[in-house]
């Protein structure tokens, strides 16, 4: 994932990050993650190692670094897929 999450103070500097994959959704329209995901980030290209994006980052339960809740302590994210029905509709919407 690059992007540009909220860094304490601004959303400048690029970040870049490796995700653990755990699971795609029974629907196959999201993808969920284990990383660190922060505000400013959704939106953000999920894509492997030749550069072949998979999905958008959405989600995440620890945004500004410092939810002490369980989906927050494990850093649980998501995004969404561009297979199945949202990768048509990416598709069929691209300009």
């Given at each position: 994932m690059w992007g540009y999450p909220f860094d304490g103070k601004y959303y400048e500097k690029r970040y870049y990050n490796r995700?653990?994959?755990?699971?795609?959704?029974?629907?196959?329209?999201?993808?969920?993650l284990k990383d660190k995901f922060r505000a400013g980030a959704s939106g953000s290209p999920l894509f492997d190692s030749k550069l072949r994006v998979y999905g958008l980052r959405t989600y995440g339960y620890d945004l500004y670094g410092g939810d002490d809740t369980r989906l927050g302590k494990?850093?649980?994210?998501?995004?969404?897929s561009l297979y199945g029905y949202t990768g048509r509709f990416v598709r069929n919407h691209m300009y």
């Open positions: 995700a653990l994959f755990i699971m795609r959704t029974l629907n196959q329209t999201e993808f969920v494990v850093e649980y994210s998501g995004a969404e």
